[in-house]
């Protein structure tokens, strides 16, 4: 809970600057030798971390969202623990699981935006140096918008189709 409630609580571009620049620093005032952290490793790093915390928090809400009588059933027939989540539990979780996960990738796609700030360049960084060199920030910002806007438009309509394959199983039962 301690690194769910700390992630979640925390901005996510405080925690790419304490990756990028606060560890380095504390690693340096601790041993005196420099231990830099690439650009690329510390922005995988902050969004990972700071999308497990989101996406443990899915997974919990999931699994306990489905009715303990489930638990019961399957284990008055028997079954183990571990038989009861794999054959009973997850596969109705993750039903509930698929729509606030799809939001999460979706998030994440766009916080990408926010390693520009240690020199990433992902695609708003491309954009600001293209505008660096064209000085044309409308046109260019519109274009990086549109770029984000097809992605995420892309995701989403995959996740309901994942969404609507998952509920087959439900209408066919």
């Known amino acids: 809970m301690v690194y769910i409630d700390f992630f979640r609580g925390t ?4 925690q790419i600057f304490i990756i990028y620049f606060g560890i380095p620093n504390l690693l340096y005032m601790l041993t005196h ?5 690439e650009a690329n490793v510390a922005g995988i790093m902050a969004c990972g971390i700071n999308s497990g915390a989101y996406v443990a928090e899915i997974v919990r809400a999931g699994i306990q969202s489905i009715d303990r009588g489930q638990t019961e059933a399957a284990r008055s027939l028997g079954m183990t623990h ?3 989540m794999q054959y009973v539990i997850l596969p109705q979780a993750l039903k509930r699981m698929v729509p606030p996960l799809g939001n999460e990738f979706i998030a994440m796609l766009k916080d990408t935006s926010l390693l520009s700030v240690i020199g990433i360049q992902e695609l708003t960084r491309k954009g600001q140096l293209f505008i660096s060199v064209k000085a ?38």
């Open 136 to 173: 044309a920030p409308f046109p260019v910002y519109l274009g990086v918008l549109l770029m984000y806007l097809a992605l995420t438009l892309s995701i989403s309509r995959f996740m309901s189709v994942v969404e609507r394959r998952m509920a087959v199983s439900d209408r066919s039962a």
């Open 82 to 84: 571990g038989q009861t």
């Open 11 to 14: 901005p996510l571009l405080v």
């Open 33 to 37: 030798q420099q231990f830099p952290i």
